[in-house]
């Protein structure tokens, strides 16, 4: 499981963009990327032109940083969209949008990836009415994950949703009214990520 040590802040402003990293605080004024949005360091006004196998690195850890994953489960996840049907690249996002923690985030469960991924390690999570506590456990077409068991763990879970009831939910979700559970009615395609990664430059820096 990854964990970010230092400042998830510094992150977002390097790439210009919110990751979500840091759960409420992005959704406030407070967020760093909002207050000064140039990239960290008493270099980061400056222009900065990178190299083409720099901005494919980019990329890659861009994405690597927003769904919280080491690098060799992002090479293994990779492998597995090379032998997919489809774009290699769209199905590399649709596999990490179908991670567990990332379902739980995108309901609006959680604040953020990593808090997501701490209720489901505490085995708040059911999935088709049986308790899953790996975050990267693939979800599939028909799964109904739930939020239950432990009660402060599940009193959290309610305050955060209605909290957040304005984030919108993807359409590939069906969320249950009054309720801490949602139905996976299709698998995401490329139209359901809405941040801005360009995945074609992760396929080619494997390609190299």
């Not at 990293?21 to 032109?49: I, N, Y």
């Not at 690597?64 to 769209?90: C, D, H, M, P, W």
């Not at 739980?104 to 997501?116: H, K, M, N, T, V």
Request: charge should be positive.
């Amino acid at each position: 499981m990854a964990r970010i040590i230092g400042s998830k802040c510094k992150l977002c402003r390097a790439y210009g963009e919110k990751l979500f990293l840091k759960g409420q605080k992005c959704s406030t004024e407070k967020c760093s990327v909002a207050r000064r949005a140039f990239p960290p360091g008493q270099h980061g006004k400056r222009r900065r032109k990178d190299s083409n196998y720099g901005l494919q690195l980019r990329e890659k850890q861009k994405a690597k940083r927003i769904y919280g994953i080491l690098e060799r489960q992002f090479n293994n996840y990779f492998k597995i969209a090379e032998r997919s049907k489809g774009v290699t690249g769209e199905v590399l996002l649709g596999l990490l949008e179908r991670r567990l923690d990332n379902v739980i985030f995108r309901l609006g469960f959680a604040f953020s990836r990593a808090q997501a991924r701490q209720l489901t390690r505490h085995n708040t999570v059911y999935v088709n009415a049986k308790k899953v506590n790996i975050p990267s456990y693939l979800v599939r077409e028909g799964d109904m994950v739930e939020v239950k068991g432990k009660e402060n763990r599940v009193k959290v879970a309610s305050s955060i949703r209605k909290e957040l009831k304005d984030r919108i939910i993807p359409k590939w979700l069906e969320p249950e009214k009054e309720a801490l559970k949602a139905l996976i009615k299709r698998l995401p395609g490329r139209e359901d990520i809405d941040f801005s990664i360009q995945e074609q430059l992760i396929v080619e820096l494997y390609s190299k």
